[in-house]
């Protein structure tokens, strides 16, 4: 190494050189090339983060819109299902109302007829008319209920004699005890 270089030295670096500069030309070129996948790489991920953002906006715009129209929606459901009750409440009412109503005529009609509830009468003595009443009040009460017969008629007066009793004694005793 030390020393003059002859002429197969001179070419063996030139060689060497030269191919040193190639090799870096290459390598250059390579790392270019790096660089500019690296550079698209990133404008391609940039624009789909962009890309992103603007569908996520998107999205929470639709779902905000579709969790309104929802709510919506469920406010009106528990509005029909409020106009349902008061339907049914109304309903209920009106058949209570009508079977208070029958339930009065009932009683009327019973109260018309003597021989079914004032012993003391001679006509409470007498069968036959006490079973044309009885067909009577039998059917008036199969205008609302459609299975009466003369036993449930005695049945329902009778439990009727006894809530009234019932209830007339616990007044009785009420006013007796002052409270």
Same mark, same amino acid.
């Given at each position: 190494?030390?020393?003059?270089?002859?002429?197969?030295?001179?070419?063996?670096?030139?060689?060497?050189?030269?191919?040193?500069?190639?090799?870096?030309?290459?390598?250059?070129?390579?790392?270019?090339?790096?660089?500019?996948?690296?550079?698209?790489?990133?404008? $391609?991920?940039?624009?789909?983060?962009?890309?992103?953002?603007?569908?996520?906006?998107?999205?929470?715009?639709?779902?905000?819109?579709?969790?309104?129209?929802? $709510?919506?929606?469920?406010?009106?459901?528990? $509005? /029909?299902?409020?106009?349902?009750?008061?339907?049914?409440?109304?309903?209920?009412? /009106?058949?209570?109302?009508?079977?208070?109503?029958?339930?009065?005529?009932?009683?009327?009609?019973?109260?018309?007829?003597?021989?079914?509830?004032?012993?003391?009468?001679?006509?409470?003595?007498?069968?036959?008319?006490?079973?044309?009443?009885?067909?009577?009040?039998?059917?008036?009460?199969? /205008?609302?209920?459609?299975?009466?017969?003369?036993?449930?008629?005695?049945?329902?007066?009778?439990?009727?004699?006894?809530?009234?009793?019932?209830?007339?004694?616990?007044?009785?005793?009420?006013?007796?005890?002052?409270?």
């Amino acid at each position: 190494m030390f020393g003059i270089a002859d002429a197969d030295d001179v070419r063996k670096y030139d060689s060497s050189i030269n191919k040193l500069e190639n090799d870096q030309k290459d390598i250059m070129r390579i790392v270019q090339g790096q660089i500019s996948i690296l550079k698209s790489t990133i404008i $391609n991920f940039n624009d789909s983060v962009t890309s992103f953002d603007e569908n996520k906006k998107l999205f929470d715009a639709n779902m905000k819109e579709g969790e309104t129209k929802l $709510n919506e929606k469920i406010i009106e459901i528990s $509005n /029909e299902d409020r106009k349902i009750n008061i339907l049914s409440f109304i309903s209920l009412i /009106e058949n209570t109302i009508f079977e208070l109503d029958m339930f009065i005529k009932f009683i009327d009609l019973y109260k018309s007829y003597p021989c079914l509830w004032q012993i003391k009468s001679k006509e409470y003595h007498d069968r036959q008319l006490r079973e044309t009443a009885y067909k009577v009040l039998v059917e008036k009460l199969k /205008e609302s209920e459609s299975e009466e017969t003369k036993d449930i008629v005695v049945k329902k007066i009778n439990n009727l004699r006894s809530s009234v009793r019932k209830e007339k004694n616990k007044y009785e005793s009420s006013l007796k005890s002052g409270a």
